[in-house]
Nanobody, 123 residues
Framework: QVQLVESGGGLVQAGGSLRLSCAAS????????MGWFRQAPEKQREFVAL?????????YADYADSVRGRFTISRNDDTLYLQMNSLKPEDTAVYYC???????????????WGQGTQVTVSS
C-alpha cells in the first residue's frame, strides 16, 4: 500500500522554526517529484516547495515566493523534509506532502497525498 505520512507540525511563535517530515512507504519514490503544499482555512491549497532528483546526489528544488529564503526542502531515501524558519502567522495551515511523476507546482499533478499536519504560528 502506497502511503505518505507527515509529522512534525505544531504550535510555534512567530519567528520560530519547525521541521516537517514525510515518510513514504509502499514503493520507491526516488524518481518522483516530492512536494509540500499547504491549505489555510477557507483558502485553496497552495504550492510551497518541491524537490526532484537529478543525478549524482544532486537535487533540483523550487519554492513559492512567499517561503523562499525561509523554508528548505530536502529528502533522504524515502523521507521528505521541510525545514521552516522565521515562521509568520500567515504560514498557519495544514501542510501536505505529495508525490508526482512530473515536476509541477500544480496540486492536480500530484496523485499521492499524505493526510496533512497542522502548523499554527502565533503572533
Amino acid at each position: 500500500q502506497v502511503q505518505l505520512v507527515e509529522s512534525g507540525g505544531g504550535l510555534v511563535q512567530a519567528g520560530g522554526s519547525l521541521r516537517l517530515s514525510c515518510a513514504a512507504s509502499g514503493r520507491t519514490f526516488s524518481t518522483y517529484t516530492m512536494g509540500w503544499f499547504r491549505q489555510a482555512p477557507e483558502k485553496q491549497r497552495e504550492f510551497v516547495a518541491l524537490t526532484r532528483y537529478i543525478h549524482a546526489r544532486t537535487y533540483y528544488a523550487d519554492y513559492a515566493d512567499s517561503v523562499r529564503g525561509r523554508f528548505t526542502i530536502s529528502r533522504n531515501d524515502d523521507t521528505l523534509y521541510l525545514q521552516m524558519n522565521s515562521l509568520k502567522p500567515e504560514d498557519t495551515a495544514v501542510y501536505y506532502c505529495a508525490a508526482s511523476p512530473t515536476t509541477s507546482r500544480y496540486s492536480s499533478d500530484y496523485g499521492i497525498w499524505g493526510q496533512g499536519t497542522q502548523v499554527t504560528v502565533s503572533s
